[in-house]
């Protein structure tokens, strides 16, 4: 049946496309990276907003370049910053970063204030990982989920529709006991 195949294809395409998602989240995570969504437009247009950023932790920061993104926290210790790396001094350790948007460089940053080097970036999977944790974002996953459930459920409330169908056209046609006697 038409309603079933579609069903199928369906059910299909969205688990790929979920497993593909996960996969993209989780993967560099057991490789060792961070991630961490963009929230400001300050590194546009090389990442944009709504971009997931996979950050590799870096023990010496020493190592980094001008021309390399790096990521570090904030004085407040808890805001982390990726822009890029403008200049390196050793003997001070410090470093200076700006945003690829910003018409101006940040302050000089410790090299302990260096979480890591910006690897990669992936566009729009950050607006997954910022809104799951509101309350719309769970109403959405929830959907999602009871719409994989259904599209799966589909097919066999169609099949035991129509062996109901079956079983009544069956009885429908077989003589009742009384036609039989007579």
């Given at each position: 049946m038409i309603v079933k195949r579609i069903c199928n294809i369906l059910s299909t395409i969205m688990v790929l496309l979920l497993a593909a998602v996960a996969a993209v989240i989780l993967v560099p995570m057991l490789m060792g990276y961070k991630e961490m969504a963009v929230l400001s437009g300050s590194m546009e247009p090389t990442i944009p907003v709504?971009?997931?950023?996979?950050?590799?932790?870096?023990?010496?920061?020493?190592?980094?370049e001008p021309g390399d993104i790096c990521t570090y926290v904030l004085a407040d210790g808890k805001t982390m910053v990726t822009h890029r790396v403008i200049s390196v001094d050793p003997e001070s350790q410090t470093l200076v970063t700006q945003g690829d948007a910003n018409s101006?460089?940040?302050?000089?940053?410790?090299?302990?204030q260096v979480y890591g080097e910006t690897q990669f970036h992936l566009p729009y999977l950050g607006y997954i990982t910022i809104n799951a944790k509101t309350p719309k974002g769970i109403m959405a996953i929830c959907g999602v989920l009871v719409v994989v459930v259904l599209v799966n459920f589909i097919p066999a409330i169609i099949d035991a529709d129509e062996e109901d169908k079956k079983k009544a056209l069956k009885q429908a046609d077989e003589p009742s006991p009384k036609e039989e006697n007579m």
């Open positions: 709504g971009s997931i950023v996979y950050v590799k932790p870096l023990d010496d920061a020493s190592l980094l101006s460089p940040d302050g000089a940053i410790s090299f302990d």
